[in-house]
Every structure is written in structure tokens, then in C-alpha cells.
């Protein structure tokens, strides 16, 4: 093209020089025909030009787009690498989850059965506790005295309130003491009571079947129990009450309660 354009440019010098020297109408067409060609042919080169120029720009954002695809692409490794950790990590947890789930049932299962050992135990401690306190009476509201001999206290009341004759060879008192402290201040407005263990079952027997006798005296007379059934007792005697003004048979038997012959259950509610 460049050879081209020299050569059209050395015919129109060489026209020039021409019509310089000798100018004529056909030479002068020639020139500017000449003139018009040249004239395209840098428009044409301008264009191409151009073309060219736009082309290397989108090139050179096609390279961008194209570093850009590369760069997501690694960002897009680097998170599914992450996510397979991740995975990997959240199922670890699930396995360990369920192995700490299934121990915590085992624990569960060993809790339970300590408990109920602990709670069997419990209840053998209270009842080998109410055997040992079978042959025993209390007896509330006899004035202190000090240096006193309980025993003879409680012959003394079997005596005179309630009938017995010549206790002190009849009835035989294994021992007997004051429960708690002594105060010498409240030894007549707040006596401690008496426990007593008697040596032969039926004699307390007895005792308890001639309590009634006791009545408008201050003096009071009834069983020892461990602190779990005294418990028990209290809850129940406001129903022993209410069935005896109601004149029906009741029964006391340690911690259960029985109504016309019928054990009374206790109810859940609160």
C-alpha cells in the first residue's frame, strides 16, 4: 500500500512539474483525480487504523476478563476446599455428638440404678431404724427435775394415771432418758419428753391401749418412729381425724393409713 500511495504521490509531483511548465486541462483532471485518490486511500488507512485500535482494546479486555475468570475460578478451589473442610468437620461433630449422646445414656441408665440403690438403702436404713425403736414409747409434758430417774418417772405414771399395779416388778424398762438438751429455764413450761424402751413388746402394748386414760391430763403418750415416717404420720393424721368423726374404722400401722380395712394412698397433687 505504501508503494502504492509513493508512486501515485511521484505521478502527481511529476504532473505538477508538468503543468507548471506547459498547463492543459486533461493534466490538470489528472492531478486531481490523482488528489482524490490519495485522499481516499489515507481515509481508507485511517479507518483500518482505527478498526485496529478497537480491536486491541477489546483484546485487551478480553485478557481482563479472562485474568478475572482465572482469579474466581481459584476463589471457587479455595471454597470448596473449604467447604469439604467443613463437612468433614460438621460430620466429626455428628459422630462425636452421638457417641457423647449414647454415653450420656449409659450415664443416664447408671444414675437411675444408683438412685434406686441409694433409694432401697434409704428405705432399709428407716426401716431397720423403725425395728430397732418397735419396743419404745414417748412420753410428753412431765415436768423436769434435776438429778430425776426418768425410769422411775415412768413407773411412777404407769402407777397412778393409768392403772398398772406394782409396775416397777411387772413392767420392765430397758432404758429411759430426756430427748435434747437440758434448760433448767423451761424444765416446767417446756419439759423435754421422755423416750422410753420397754423390755417385752405386749407391756407397750398396753401402755398404748390405756392412753385414753391420759385424757385432760398434760401428759401424752405415743410411739417412736424415725423422722422420715414421723413425717408421713403428720400428713395423714388430719384423714385419720376426719374418717374417725366420721365413725369409720381407722388404723395407724407405722407409715400407712387404713380406712374401713382399706390401705389409704395419698394423692400426687400438690
Known sequence: MATKKQALRSSAQNANI????????????????????????????????????????????????????????????????????VHAEVKD???????????GHKTDERLEKLEDLNTALKNRVIDLQAR???????????NEMKDENPTDIV?????NQLGFENAKDTVKID????????????FTTRPRAIVCKFNFFPDKERILANAKKLKG?????????????????????????KARQEHKRVKMVRDKLYIEGQLYVESNTA
Open 217 to 241: 391430763t398434760r401428759i401424752a403418750i405415743s410411739e417412736q418412729f424415725p423422722e422420715e415416717i414421723m413425717q408421713v404420720r403428720k400428713r395423714l393424721y388430719p384423714v385419720l381425724k
Open 155 to 159: 413407773h411412777g405414771i404407769l402407777e
Open 132 to 142: 430397732s425403736m418397735r419396743d419404745n414409747l414417748i412420753f410428753y409434758n412431765i
Open 93 to 103: 461433630l455428628k459422630e462425636e455428638n452421638e457417641k457423647r449422646k449414647a454415653e
Open 18 to 85: 508538468s503543468s507548471t511548465k506547459s498547463p492543459s486541462k486533461p493534466v490538470q483532471s489528472k492531478i486531481l483525480n490523482l488528489k482524490d485518490t490519495m485522499e481516499s486511500e489515507d481515509e481508507k488507512e485511517s479507518g483500518v487504523k482505527e478498526m485496529f485500535e478497537v480491536v486491541m482494546r477489546k483484546l485487551s479486555k478480553l485478557d481482563d476478563i479472562d485474568s478475572r475468570v482465572k482469579s474466581m475460578e481459584n476463589d471457587l478451589k479455595d471454597m470448596m476446599s473449604s467447604l469439604e473442610f
Open 175 to 186: 432404758r429411759a432418758h430426756r430427748l435434747g438438751r437440758p434448760n433448767p429455764a423451761l
